[in-house]
């Protein structure tokens, strides 16, 4: 499956944004997706999950409550809203596929990744 990530931008403290990751070649809802991020120097973060159907979502603890993933089966793409946005969440951010729910927060677990778009957020 190829993905696309989108939505990334310039937003200042308490501001929100708004990813999108469009998904073709395969069967979307046969996927487990992820977002994960990666600030300059640091590793590879997971930040959100979503099952197949979209039933069940996990987070991170930093953003639970701030951020939210959901999905559209129907036009193949996932979303990260992302609301009180705060200067440590910038970074690179990257969606993600498996076709299991096995480690969900692991970067290496996942088979398929998206282009990251770039999260910059001001003080």
């Known amino acids: 499956v190829q993905l696309q990530a989108s939505g990334g931008g310039l937003v200042q403290a308490g501001g929100s944004l708004r990813l999108s990751c469009a998904a073709s070649?395969?069967?979307?809802?046969?996927?487990?997706m992820g977002w994960f991020r990666q600030a300059p120097g640091k590793e590879r973060d997971f930040v959100a999950g979503?099952?197949?159907?979209?039933?069940?979502?996990y987070y991170a603890d930093s953003v639970r409550g701030r951020f939210t993933i959901s999905r559209d089966n129907a036009k193949n793409t996932v979303y990260l809203q992302m609301n009180s946005l705060k200067p440590e969440d910038t970074a690179v951010y990257y969606c993600?596929?498996?076709?299991?729910?096995?480690?969900?927060?692991?970067?290496?677990?996942?088979?398929?990744w998206g282009r990251g778009t770039l999260v910059t957020v001001s003080s």
């Open positions: 993600a596929g498996k076709d299991n729910i096995l480690a969900l927060p692991t970067p290496t677990a996942y088979d398929y």
């Open positions: 070649g395969r069967t979307f809802s046969n996927y487990y």
């Open positions: 979503i099952s197949r159907s979209g039933s069940s979502t």
